[in-house]
């Protein structure tokens, strides 16, 4: 069976015209006086085996959306699909269980643990949250997942202020997989470490999808990190996903104009490379998400911008190849106006 992406099967993750707003508070009384518009009308699928990487500026709604995805935060409004089960219906024991199928590796490899448990309390915490097993055989699956993720199983007696940041992150990952989740949301897993750990890093987290089987959704800064490890890449701007591709497509023949500014400003190593590249700078600041621009939120700092921009929000359109794009300027050029 094929998807409507053309994928093989259904999808493990869909998400519909998720929505995530929160209230902004003033005055003596603290009423609501505005909203913030984290996440506005995203959609897109991962399919199993896969990753998503999701890239974008700070404050793009990239940790917000995986947030919102695990339930920690419930949506505005929208569906999101979980082996085709909408979690909005999903509560009680079913969402207990849900927890176990999707976790999380934080962005920070020291403060997402507690410096108060040891290596093996830590890991082993969803075990015993979930009644999984005896005591005996909790220990013994988090020696299993110690060994995994490159961790000594005698460092389960040690505290997290005795370990490096790569060694930290790796315990965050074990507690993360401990519970055999399908869906694994990473959160910057790489931005606090040292480009040598990243390196190290990342291959565990391609090593392990492999031998079992996992999805991730990839967040990032860094499209260098983001094309290494990602299937597909997704570009969000000021809460919209504005492109989706292949990530070779993607790379090779990025048709947004965000997008195409945000790959011209990956460092180039060779000096005839770099001199031949046009580097897009962008002008102006990210506006407000309190009030985010009519039409496109980007025609603002587009230097591509034109009338139809300013007035009607751009829908995502396929450009083939898998590639999706939401610009009224790639629409003109291709004519499908």
């Not at 910057?188 to 959704?217: C, F, G």
């Amino acid at each position: 069976m094929t998807g409507e992406s053309g994928h093989p099967g259904q999808p493990i993750l869909a998400v519909r015209h998720l929505v995530m707003h929160f209230p902004v508070h003033g005055g003596i009384l603290r009423r609501t006086i505005g909203q913030v518009h984290a996440v506005d009308d995203v959609s897109f699928e991962i399919y199993p085996g896969q990753t998503l990487g999701l890239v974008g500026e700070s404050g793009c709604g990239k940790t917000t959306l995986g947030r919102t995805i695990l339930q920690v935060i419930r949506p505005t409004s929208g569906e999101i699909l979980f082996d085709g089960r909408d979690l909005a219906a999903v509560a009680g024991a079913e969402q207990k269980a849900f927890r176990r199928s999707a976790q999380m590796i934080f962005q920070d490899p020291f403060s997402s643990l507690d410096p108060r448990a040891t290596v093996g309390e830590i890991i082993g915490e969803g075990l015993r949250i979930h009644r999984v097993g005896s005591r005996a055989e909790r220990a013994e699956r988090v020696r299993e997942i110690m060994s995994l993720v490159g961790l000594r199983p005698y460092y389960a007696q040690r505290y997290p202020h005795e370990f490096s940041g790569g060694q930290r992150q790796r315990i965050g990952i074990a507690r993360a997989l401990v519970l055999h989740p399908k869906l694994v949301v990473c959160d910057e897993p790489v931005s606090a470490l040292d480009v040598s750990i990243q390196s190290q890093i990342l291959n565990l987290l391609k090593d392990l999808q492999r031998q079992l089987a996992l999805t991730y959704l990839f967040i990032a800064h860094n499209l260098a990190v983001v094309r290494y490890i990602s299937d597909r890449v997704g570009v969000m701007y000021l809460g919209k996903l504005v492109e989706v591709a292949p990530t070779e497509e993607l790379f090779a023949n990025a048709l947004h104009p965000y997008t195409q500014a945000l790959l011209s400003a990956i460092p180039v190593a060779d000096p005839a490379q770099r001199d031949s590249r046009r580097q897009i700078v962008l002008a102006g600041d990210v506006p407000s998400p309190i009030n985010p621009p009519a039409g496109c939120r980007f025609h603002t700092r587009c230097p591509f911008a034109i009338d139809i921009c300013r007035v009607v929000e751009p829908p995502l359109k396929q450009y083939g190849n898998d590639h999706v794009a939401a610009c009224h300027v790639v629409e003109a050029a291709q004519g499908l106006s």
